[in-house]
Nanobody, 127 residues
Framework: QVQLVESGGGLVQAGGSLRLSCAAS????????MGWFRQAPGKEREFVAA???????????YYADSVKGRFTISRDNAKNTVYLEMNSLKPEDTAVYYC?????????????????WGQGTQVTVSS
């Protein structure tokens, strides 16, 4: 069982930046593919970004079109942590952000493919 704990959310003005962190309990963290999803009020949860395990796909990264060029996902396997650096934030980025982990490298943008989820961290962007 992998436990994931997100942190770093908060209130920021439009155009600002935040960095989210997700700490994993699993000692084999490096073999997991990691993703970030978000859910805005009244909307379904959506894919934000993912980073593959180095052993499976060389740490390749994937992004939703809505965040390309603004958000950066990265991982530090020595710290069992994945990060989401968010720049040029917009009010429409307001959501609860969730970290997720999965073994298989396929379907990294598919919510139902993930095995483990964190409890989420709130990000609010004011206009």
């Amino acid at each position: 069982q992998v436990q994931l704990v997100e942190s770093g959310g908060g209130l920021v003005q439009a155009g600002g930046s935040l960095r989210l962190s997700c700490a994993a309990s699993e000692r084999t963290f490096s073999s997991y593919n990691m993703g970030w999803f978000r859910q805005a009020p009244g909307k379904e949860r959506e894919f934000v970004a993912a980073v593959a395990a180095i052993v499976w796909s060389g740490g390749r990264t994937y992004y939703a079109d809505s965040v390309k060029g603004r958000f950066t996902i990265s991982r530090d396997n020595a710290k069992n942590t994945v990060y989401l650096e968010m720049n040029s934030l917009k009010p429409e980025d307001t959501a609860v952000y969730y970290c997720a982990a999965k073994r298989k490298v396929s379907g990294l943008d598919k919510e139902w493919e993930y095995d483990y989820w964190g409890q989420g961290t709130q990000v609010t962007v004011s206009s």
